[in-house]
C-alpha cells in the first residue's frame, strides 16, 4: 500500500512540473477535490475543474518562465482502512527562473485522503497548506 501511494504522490508532482495536467487530474477520483490554503481560492471539485485549476497554474509560471520542481518527502499515513487512506507530507517547491536561478518559493504540506478503485489507489481530496498560510483562517 505505502509504495503504491507514494508512487501517486511523486506522479502528481512530476506531471504537474512537466506541465502535463491531464496526468495529474487523472489521479484523482472522478469526483475528487483538490483544495489550497490560499484565500479566496475556491476548491477544484472534479478532474475537470482539478485539470482547469492546474492548468491555469501552470500557465502562469511558463509565461513567467519558470520550472516548478516540487519535492516532495516525510510521507505518513496517518490512518488506514478497508479501500482507504489518510496521508500527509511536506512538500517544497523550487523554482527556476528565467534567468537560470533557482529559489524556494514555498513549502507547506498535503494532506490526502486516497481511496482504491478497481485495485488502483486515487486521490479523493487533496489539501494543500502553505507554511505562509498558517496564520491565517483556514476553511
Known amino acids: 500500500?505505502?509504495?503504491?501511494i507514494e508512487d501517486v504522490i511523486i506522479r502528481y508532482a512530476w506531471a504537474y512540473?512537466?506541465?502535463?495536467v491531464e496526468v495529474a487530474a487523472g489521479l484523482f477520483t472522478a469526483d475528487g477535490t483538490l483544495e489550497v490554503s490560499v484565500p479566496g481560492v475556491a476548491p477544484a471539485v472534479g478532474r475537470e475543474a482539478i485539470s482547469g485549476f492546474l492548468g491555469?497554474?501552470?500557465?502562469?509560471?511558463?509565461?513567467?518562465g519558470e520550472q516548478p520542481r516540487h519535492l516532495v518527502n516525510n510521507v505518513r499515513i496517518v490512518a488506514s482502512a478497508a479501500g482507504e487512506a489518510q496521508v500527509v507530507s511536506y512538500m517544497t517547491l523550487v523554482v527556476t527562473h528565467a534567468d537560470g536561478r533557482a529559489?524556494?518559493?514555498?513549502?507547506g504540506t498535503y494532506t490526502d485522503r486516497f481511496v482504491l478503485e478497481e485495485n488502483v489507489w486515487k486521490l479523493?481530496?487533496?489539501?494543500?497548506?502553505?507554511?505562509?498560510?498558517?496564520?491565517r483562517v483556514r476553511t
Do not use: Q, S, T
Open 1 to 4: 500500500m505505502r509504495e503504491a
Open 103 to 107: 529559489v524556494v518559493d514555498c513549502a
Open 17 to 20: 512540473d512537466e506541465g502535463e
Open 124 to 135: 479523493a481530496r487533496r489539501r494543500i497548506d502553505f507554511d505562509r498560510d498558517r496564520d
Open 56 to 64: 491555469a497554474a501552470r500557465e502562469g509560471r511558463r509565461e513567467r
